[in-house]
Structure formats: structure tokens, C-alpha cells
């Protein structure tokens, strides 16, 4: 199992940036595939990327794809997301996510294939 906090979320005008962060405890977390979801108010939580466990894949949601960059940095226990141009409609609570019992496997575009979630960081894009 792993435990997951996300941190760097906040209020930025359209256009800007924000990287977001997510510790991870457990010894676990370098074997397992991650991701990021979102979920704004009033809909389902939406996949955003995934990453493989040892970073050498990745895959994004069509809506992000050429914006944002999914990383890792097993050393550090340390899952990023970087993202740039960002729109109004990207404003959501993100979650990062890890497939602890899936160890070493490829990214994961669906939230049922992961087993531990961090609480989320509220991003917020303003016109």
C-alpha cells in the first residue's frame, strides 16, 4: 500500500502554470505504475496522465496532451505534473493515484486499476 499527499495546487490566471507534487510513503511506490485524475464540481473525476513505474511511458488525456508532462523521481518518492497554458477548464481538485498492487506495470488510464489515493489540491485557472 502506499500513502499519497498532493501539494502545489492554487489560483493562477489563464495561460499560467502550476506543478503539482504528490509524496509518496511506502515502499511500494517505486514498482508501481502512478496517475493524476481531476474532478471539478458538478462531474465524474476524469483521468489527466499516467506514468509507468519507471517513467519511460506516459500517456495523457486528449484535453491535456502538449500542456501538461506527467513525471517521477522514484528516489525521492516524488510524482509530478507540470502543467502550462492552463484554461479555465482545468480548474478541478486533482488527485494523484498509484496502482500499488500492479507492480512494474505499464500507465493506467482508468481510475478502478488504481488502489491507493492521495485527499487532492485544488487547482484553480481564472480568466
Known amino acids: 500500500q502506499v500513502q499519497l499527499v498532493e501539494s502545489g495546487g492554487g489560483l493562477v490566471q489563464a495561460g499560467g502554470s502550476l506543478r503539482l507534487s504528490c509524496a509518496a510513503s511506502g515502499r511500494s511506490f517505486s514498482r508501481s505504475p502512478m496517475g493524476w485524475f481531476r474532478q471539478a464540481p458538478g462531474k465524474e473525476r476524469e483521468f489527466v496522465a499516467a506514468?509507468?513505474?519507471?517513467?519511460?511511458?506516459?500517456v495523457y488525456a486528449d484535453s491535456v496532451k502538449g500542456r501538461f508532462t506527467i513525471s517521477r523521481d522514484n528516489a525521492k518518492r516524488t510524482l509530478y505534473l507540470r502543467m502550462n497554458s492552463l484554461e479555465p477548464e482545468d480548474t478541478a481538485v486533482y488527485y494523484c493515484?498509484?496502482?500499488?498492487?500492479?507492480?512494474?506495470?505499464?500507465?493506467?488510464?482508468?481510475?478502478?486499476?488504481?488502489?491507493?489515493w492521495g485527499q487532492g489540491t485544488q487547482v484553480t485557472v481564472s480568466l
Open positions: 506514468i509507468s513505474w519507471s517513467g519511460g511511458s506516459t
Open positions: 493515484a498509484a496502482a500499488s498492487l500492479s507492480s512494474y506495470g505499464p500507465p493506467r488510464a482508468f481510475a478502478f486499476e488504481y488502489d491507493d
